[in-house]
């Protein structure tokens, strides 16, 4: 009988594991051509897993040609010939945290963008537009902080849309926020202790530590960053989402704001990196005004991206720096090269400031009210109705839906894999102390494809059914 070492520990689902572990066998010659694999049902006994998942397996190994299914009689290893390797071979090491991403029959937490919505013709217009009449431009080595084109677009775009008086000299341009974050230590410096919300971005902290500074979190209430975790954490910059927190959703009160600004300035070097990465997908009423706008003490860091606006692979991202952080930047960073290309930072001048960007937005927004819509319809009339509620501020990309269930969240996510379904859970984000709430799952509706949805949340629902209901 077969015996593995399944772990279900959510890094790569149990069936890629157990596909794994038979074709090494198969490779190393430990399983010969023409030898009668186990039962679905006897070898998902002896592993303690689904039969779905050994089915998923014994699927996927045919689709490669390692075994063959002969109808009646079972699962067999194919002969593969000249194709086996002359003596036992040990497996390629796998790059931790490297493995590629499922292909997903679903996911329902995916955060990519509908690629067909991008505006390719108007792009494309404006970069031969741009091309051709600004030839010397894109040519010549932009400032450190990126073309001033473009910073005095970005700098119109604030003050028109987020309510921001802000010069071109205080904004930095660079090839995404990640980018930028390492920019930041170097200029705040890295013996300062960094905070960051909990639950929150998983990659958030990672950066933050792999740049050798101390991270810590603080978690959140029903408004945001608690100014008392703040201080637990003793945090020197706070680095928060307030217009619309990843993943819970939280909108931060001005009164909660107003909290957070008195704690920058109760010390010298205290800072607050504000991260205002989906405003624009505010679905009701215009979008909240930033705590950049409200910050009298030049304490706060305005950072956002067109990843989410435009596309993920437009990588192009910006911060606002208060005055004399602006002045520390030139005087201590200038001579790193803007990392963003001419072409593409003269051509999203030219978007924004003629008028294209806001049009996309406002497109885009009327786009995902509806597909919002559609998926709130598709649950209210799916089985999974009576079982779940959702939880939401009707802003941004995704929302949390709350399940009734006594079966763990990974428990249900393992399901859920068996059935190509992917759903992160609010515990997936959990940053350290294990206090977000179970039974919560993200649901991001930017890119779900409507007609998948009946039959995914159906699954969901067949999923539950062997849990009782708390």
């Known amino acids: 009988m077969l015996t593995y070492a399944l772990q279900p520990d959510g890094r790569e689902p149990l069936y890629e594991q157990l596909c794994r572990h038979i074709r090494e066998d198969i490779r190393a010659g430990r399983l010969r051509a023409g030898e009668h694999l186990p039962s679905k049902r006897t070898l998902a006994e002896n592993l303690g897993v689904s039969s779905i998942t050994v089915e998923n397996a014994y699927e996927q190994l045919i689709s490669e040609g390692y075994v063959a299914s002969r109808p009646r009689r079972g699962y067999y290893v194919a002969a593969l010939g000249e194709l086996l390797p002359p003596s036992p ?4 090491p796998r790059v931790p945290g490297g493995p590629q991403r499922p292909a997903w029959w679903l996911d329902l937490s995916g955060n990519q963008t509908s690629p067909e919505r991008f505006p390719f013709s108007v792009w494309a217009r404006l970069m031969r537009e741009t091309i051709s009449g600004d030839s010397a431009a894109l040519l010549t080595p932009a400032p450190c902080s990126g ?3 473009l910073r005095e677009a970005i700098a119109g ?3 028109s849309f ?5 010069h071109p000299d205080q904004i930095v341009v660079g090839a995404g926020t990640e980018y930028l974050y390492g920019l930041l230590i170097q200029l705040l410096g890295r013996g300062r202790v960094y905070c960051v919300e909990n639950p929150g971005y998983p990659k958030l902290a990672r950066i933050y530590r792999s740049h050798g500074v101390v991270c810590r979190c603080a978690a959140l209430d029903g408004q945001g960053m608690t100014v008392q975790g703040l201080r637990e954490s003793e945090a020197d910059v706070a680095h928060i989402s307030p217009a619309h927190h990843f993943p819970t959703g939280v909108i931060m009160p001005v009164s909660r704001r107003y909290e957070l600004l008195s704690w920058a300035g109760e010390r010298e070097g205290r800072v607050i990196i504000e991260d205002d990465y989906d405003s624009e997908f505010r679905l009701n009423g215009r979008p909240l005004p930033t705590l950049q706008s409200i910050d009298a003490g030049g304490r706060v860091i305005y950072m956002n991206t067109f990843s989410k606006s435009l596309a993920p692979t437009i990588r192009i991202s910006y911060m606002v720096l208060p005055p004399r952080l602006a002045e520390r930047y030139l005087a201590r960073l200038s001579f790193y090269a803007c990392t963003v290309s001419n072409f593409e930072q003269y051509t999203l001048a030219r978007f924004i400031r003629e008028g294209y960007f806001e049009k996309h937005i406002n497109r885009m927004r009327l786009f995902y009210a509806r597909r919002r819509q559609q998926v709130l319809d598709a649950l209210a009339e799916s089985p999974l109705a009576p079982r779940s509620r959702v939880e939401e501020a009707a802003s941004g990309l995704h929302f949390l839906l709350c399940l009734d ?4 969240d990974a428990a249900l996510q393992e399901r859920l894999r068996a059935q190509g379904i992917h759903l992160a859970s609010l515990s997936d984000y959990d940053l350290g102390g294990g206090g977000t709430p179970p039974h919560r799952f ?3 509706y930017s890119n779900l494809p409507p007609e ?5 949340l159906r699954r969901v629902a067949a999923c539950l059914e062997e849990a009782p209901a708390p």
């Open 89 to 92: 071979v040990s497996p390629v």
């Open 147 to 149: 073309v001033l084109a």
């Open 157 to 159: 775009h604030l003050r």
């Open 162 to 166: 987020r309510g921001m008086s802000v």
């Open 405 to 408: 269930t006594a079966l763990p």
């Open 442 to 444: 993200l649901i991001n």
């Open 452 to 456: 998948r949805l009946p039959e995914a």
